[in-house]
Each structure stands twice: as C-alpha cells, then as structure tokens.
C-alpha cells in the first residue's frame, strides 16, 4: 500500500497511468469484458458518487448514518482512549464525523482511498470542524497491507467499512479482502462494516438508475477518464448506463451498453464492439445477516454486534478477530 502521510502525496488524482493501461486492456481483452470498479472514481467519479448519496433514489447513505447516529454511542463505549479509526475506502468522510464526533479521544483518523481529491477535500473538511484530530490520509488500495507510522504501531484499531463497499467484491474476494483486513487491523483490531441487504427488486434497481440520470454520467464518466488518461478514443454517447439485478449470484451489476457496432482505439491497440455488447464495470453484492455472518466468519471474524434500520434495508457489523475478547 502507498506509505502514510501528515499530507496526501500531491500530484496525481489517478490510478498511475502504467497501472490504469494494464488494467484497462487486461479488462477489454476478456470474451466479457470488464473493468475494474475502483477506476470510476477519478476526482469527476467521487463528486458525482457524492451527489449520488444524496438521491432521493439511494437510500444506503441515509440509512446507514441514521444507523450509525443511533450506535455511536454503544461503539464509543468499546473504543479504548488512544485508539486509531483506520477507514478503509474513505471517499467524502462525510459519515465518518458522526463517529468522530462521538470518539474525542482518538490517536488520529486514518482514511484510506484511490481518490486524491476526495481524501484532500475531506481532510480540508474535517480540519474544520475536528481541529485536534490528527488525520494521517493514505492515498493507496485497501486490498493491500496497511503500513502505518511507526509511532502509532502499538496504538488500538478500530476499523470502519461502510457504504458497503464490501459489495463490490464477489464473495471469495470479499472473504480475502476481510482477511487482509484482519490482518492490517491487528489481533485486537475491531471492524465496523457496512452491509446492504436483500430487499425488492424495484428499490434495488432504481438506486443504481436513478431518474436524474446521475449514476449514469457516473458509470460514463470511466469512458471519459479512459480518454482522457489513456488517450482512447471511446465515443461516450455511443454507450449507455445499464444497470440490473442478477439474482444466481445476489448482485446488481452496472454495465456500459454499446450502442452500434463500433471500434475503440486504446493504448496502441483496437477493441471491435458488437451492437448491444456490454462492458461489465461494477458488482453490488447484496446479503442476508446470515449470509455476511458466514461470510465475516470464514474470514477470521466473530460477529459481535449488529444494528439495522426499522426496515431492514441496511445493516452494521461490528465484528472481532475469533480468538478476541467481547
Ligand atoms: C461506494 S464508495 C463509498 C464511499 C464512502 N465510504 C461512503 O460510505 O459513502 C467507495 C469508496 O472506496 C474507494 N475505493 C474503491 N476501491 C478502492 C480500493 N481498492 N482502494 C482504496 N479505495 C477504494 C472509492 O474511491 C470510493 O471513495
């Protein structure tokens, strides 16, 4: 993982642009072909991910800081003075200051994100509001091992997951990155993570095709970086936002639909498109309490507590290493 820093590295807002060629023609070389969903957030990806939260379709950020304004306080008892709260896949921080507001006495608040802006903005942000907290953001992948100062080494961690960002992963990649998790947040380490549950197929759809067409610029906006960083040639509007539920694997999906037959010139090389072909771009896995307790279970975690909403539209793990006290 890229090393901490009082400030985040300046410069880029990207992917570095070696690793964004691989991924991207690794991705379009598959029969389906895909990319990776970490890529839509560019500093255009995370303003627009912003905007989304607040859809009246996207009901996963309200409802999981309504949830997490009732649980602060329970969390705050189990969370020793000293602590570290290490957020892994921070985007706008903006849930994380009802944590904040209810943990005075941490150590220091540690966002981790591939998105420079959204880690300076929030970091601007919380200054203001939080001025004796220490933030140490660390642009970098989550997926990988965290490295933190040595100085704060020995200190307790709490980590927080939320947006259910663990969704993007499918299952077994879910469970490797949990145990990564496990692993950077050390054996008395505590996670709290957010988790969108099962619910109607309606409510599932709209959030990820919202009437105002915001996801969709969102989900487009990859064709514009891809341009832009690699010089490709994607005609954007000759793709289309699609979103659906394929219920085999428990999983939105979000797709880029091509709209005509057509051909892309990227990074010296030529992508042929059917009419109809699609770029597969982002997983929404969503679970059952049962379903993700197994899941955290087989990764090395206990599940401790849960807190969910009135209409069990979202839910709040905290969970514990297995040989952990409660
Ligand atoms: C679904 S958004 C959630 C943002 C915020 N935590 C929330 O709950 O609203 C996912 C966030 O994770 C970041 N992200 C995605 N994949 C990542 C990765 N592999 N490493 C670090 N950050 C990642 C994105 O930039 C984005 O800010």
Redesign the pocket.
């Known amino acids: 993982m890229t090393k901490s820093a009082e400030q985040p590295t300046p410069s880029v807002d990207a992917t570095p642009d070696v690793e964004l060629a691989r991924a991207v023609v690794a991705g379009l070389s598959q029969p389906q072909k895909t990319l990776p969903?970490?890529l839509?957030?560019d500093a255009r990806?995370?303003a627009l991910?912003e905007q989304i939260?607040a859809l009246p379709e996207y009901y996963?950020?309200r409802t999981?800081a309504a949830i997490l304004a009732g649980a602060a306080s329970d969390i705050a008892a189990h969370t020793p003075p000293g602590s570290l709260l290490v957020?892994?896949?921070?985007?706008?921080?903006?849930?994380t200051e009802i944590l904040l507001e209810a943990l005075p006495s941490l150590a220091a608040y540690v966002p981790?994100?591939?998105?420079q802006t959204?880690l300076e903005d929030a970091r601007a942000r919380l200054a203001g509001r939080f001025p004796a907290l220490r933030i140490i953001p660390i642009r970098?992948?989550?997926?990988q091992q965290l490295v933190l100062p040595q100085t704060l080494a020995k200190r307790p961690r709490l980590g927080f997951?939320?947006?259910?960002?663990i969704g993007?992963f499918a299952p077994l990649e879910a469970c490797a990155l949990l145990r990564q998790m496990g692993q950077s947040l050390g054996p008395c380490g505590r996670l709290l993570i957010?988790v969108d549950l099962q619910k109607d197929l309606a409510r599932l759809i709209s959030a990820y095709d919202d009437a105002a067409g915001v996801t969709a610029l969102f989900n487009l906006n990859l064709l514009h970086r891809i341009n832009r960083e690699m010089g490709a040639d994607f005609a954007v509007d000759r793709f289309a936002h699609v979103a659906l539920y394929n219920g085999a694997e428990g999983r939105i999906e979000m797709h880029l639909e091509s709209l005509t037959a057509q051909t892309v010139a990227l990074g010296g090389r030529r992508f042929d498109f059917a009419e109809g072909e699609r770029i597969h771009t982002e997983n929404s896995y969503k679970y059952t309490v049962a379903q993700f307790h197994e899941l955290a279970a087989g990764a090395g975690w206990t599940p401790r507590r849960l807190w969910t909403d009135a209409e069990d539209l979202f839910s709040l793990h905290e969970l514990t290493p297995h040989d952990a006290h409660p």
């Open positions: 969903c970490a839509l957030y990806g995370s991910f939260t996963p950020t999981e957020e892994f896949g921070s985007g706008s921080s903006r849930k981790i994100d591939v998105s959204a970098g992948d989550f997926t997951f939320p947006g259910s960002t993007n957010g």
